[in-house]
């Protein structure tokens, strides 16, 4: 893992290189059961070269808290490990040039399960969905368990969106637990 952030930090596979002040590979345990994949990092990211510092972040923790987690217990990426300037959504070109990263991080973790937070990270492995139809419903995708939530930021601009959240989360508490099947 650690050669992958390495490579991350010396990466100028896209523009997104110019204007970063720090990569932000990702953190966590590298044997996690979980896999959370955001979609790329904002200004308190960008300065901390940490993923979700902010405000969702905190509303992360707290979610992970709701199911007796911690995020030394699962691991925390993004889809383009630098800022999109202005925050503006990450380019066809960025992700795609991103990608090999995170299929490296996931492979080295082998996760049970992995959480997509946001329409960027699920579309990577479900292209064609629509989030709000699916989020917080089981995926099979090839060999992945794919949870497909909102982001976490969804919840500070939309009040209601904090209880689909949670309500979300406890799937998540379900399948680890062993009360929701994976298959
Ligand atoms: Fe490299 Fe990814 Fe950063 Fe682009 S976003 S420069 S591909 S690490």
Redesign the pocket.
């Given at each position: 893992m650690q050669n992958i952030h390495d490579e991350?930090a010396a990466?100028?596979?896209?523009?997104?290189?110019q204007t970063?002040k720090h990569?932000v590979p990702g953190s966590g345990s590298p044997t996690a059961q979980v896999v959370f994949i955001g979609e790329g990092p904002g200004a308190q990211e960008d300065a901390k070269g940490l993923p979700f510092v902010g405000a969702s972040g905190k509303f992360l923790d707290e979610m992970l808290g709701s199911i007796g987690l911690k995020r030394d217990d699962v691991f925390i990426a993004n889809v383009?490990?630098?800022r999109p300037p202005n925050n503006r959504d990450p380019e066809k070109e960025?992700i795609l040039?991103?990608m090999p990263?995170l299929q490296r991080q996931i492979k080295v973790i082998a996760p049970k399960i992995i959480v997509t937070l946001g329409r960027f990270s699920m579309q990577l492995f479900l292209p064609d969905a629509k989030i709000s139809q699916i989020h917080g419903k089981v995926q099979k995708v090839g060999e992945f368990v794919i949870l497909p939530l909102f982001h976490p930021a969804a919840a500070l601009f939309n009040g209601s969106m904090r209880g689909v959240l949670k309500d979300d989360f406890l799937v998540l508490g379900k399948l680890l637990s062993g009360e929701m099947n994976l298959d």
């Open positions: 991350c990466c100028t596979r896209c523009k997104l290189c970063r990569v383009v490990k630098c960025e040039a991103c990263f």
